[in-house]
């Protein structure tokens, strides 16, 4: 994992975010002037001094009764009379230019601050510490991430040539596309484990909405450099960037990173969440009571209905395959609805914390998590996430209704059952729920198009 590059990167995003923080505070400030400015330009409009008259027109002579008018003398004879006895014309001149000198070398008076500004700048102020301490300490949190590039990834060796496949344009850049994958706890023992399952986060700007796509993980792929298999064979020969490179090219949709998490994050989340709440039909509760998909022993004690389940409770619902789940799905399918059910049930009861417990249980998470994402990258996105102001999240599982069938065939040198599908049928609800636009399909067969997929 790359710890070095996480240092310098920090540096950087620290060094951004206090810029931004120092042009908000500058901002404000320039408001704040321009609006005392305005108001006092306006007081002086407004406000008429005494004795002042209206431009144009002539000031009227106020005569007391009895006494003689004055007579107004010219401008000059004035300053004739005013002018001291044996000073001469030019002395005067003299003696009003050292006057406006004298006045010029008065230093100005300094306006003091007001007391608004003061609190503005104090507050300010403290806004600009307050953030950047925070930034401190997410970042901080964010190194507990262990962060990979394609160069820490082990590829399993293959007839073919495994160079990756080449990264598609953007279909809409205000559309972000997040793999998660959930990883096998048990290795093989050499590279990768087996991914156990495979979801796209997007973050649909745009429409302001959050969505989650699930991929089965027996779909029939080309995975680039290794020929035709599972869609799951990918994580294990390649590790998170060939199972994005299979799924872009083979979905037609374009993914800014991924997010591997282990399971054992699985546990610790729900336990932290206090458990979520699960119906379970009569077979999955025997089912789950009689085999060790519930790791602990003392916990194999579910019943049907519904209940709060905890983490190795919840973890062993989510692998059961070979039971008929609630909505009336099989095998993968059943076990895909199993996932979506307990995800979405996390991101409900996890919307309902207080933020200091969010940020608890987000630092508890956060070592079992590895991606290729930058720290910049995570904050932008949650950020983003976060100012769309909604908790609900949509949710699609490919294959659609009606696009798949079963089948046996070759995953390398061996033939195992996995699952057909219909890519034109599938390809268009992808595009038509990540991005709002389905293009033509080349063909029309295998079933009709639905975005429910449950």
Partial sequence: MDKNHSK?????????ISDSIGRQVQNVMERENDTVREKEEQASEEKQPEGSHIEGQEPEEVQIEGQEPEEVQPEEVQKEEMRPEGESENDAVSGETVMEENTEDTPPVKKKMSTRKK???????????????????VNY???????????????????????????PEPINKDV??????????????????????MMIATINCEQKTLKLTSLMRDI???????????????FHNGGGFLTMDTIEQNFDVDLDGYVRVDFDAFETIVDKLG??????????????NRTNYISDPASRNVREGSQ???????????????????????????????????????????????????????????PYVTTNLTKSQLISYLTTAASFGTMEL??????????????????GSVRRYVLKIDYDINNAAIQEFIYGTSPEPETTSGGAVTTSGD
């Fill in 220 to 234: 029939y792929v080309d995975i680039p450099g290794y020929g035709k298999n599972k869609l799951n064979a990918a």
């Fill in 394 to 411: 949509e949710t699609l599982r490919i294959p659609v209704d009606g696009s798949h069938y079963g089948d046996k065939d070759y995953c």
């Fill in 141 to 167: 949190e964010l190194n507990q991430i262990n962060y990979e590039t394609r160069a820490d990834v082990t590829y399993a060796t293959s007839t073919g040539t495994a160079t990756p496949a080449p990264t």
């Fill in 275 to 288: 458990g979520v709440e699960i119906e379970l039909t009569s077979s999955e509760a025997y089912y789950l």
């Fill in 176 to 197: 972000i596309n997040i793999l998660l994958i959930g990883e096998e706890s048990i290795h093989d023992g050499d590279g990768n484990g087996r991914s156990d399952s």
């Fill in 119 to 137: 609190v503005l700048l104090g507050i300010a102020g403290t806004f600009a510490v307050l953030a950047i301490a925070l930034v401190i300490f």
């Fill in 308 to 366: 709060v389940l905890n983490g190795s409770q919840a973890l062993g619902y989510c692998r059961v395959r070979y039971q008929t789940a609630s909505d009336g799905e099989h095998d993968d399918f059943g076990r895909t609805y199993r996932q979506r059910t307990v995800l979405k049930a996390i991101f409900d009861k996890y919307k309902t914390k207080n933020p200091v417990e969010m940020v608890s249980i987000g630092t508890d998470l956060l």
């Fill in 8 to 16: 310098l990167e920090q540096e950087q995003l620290l060094s951004e």
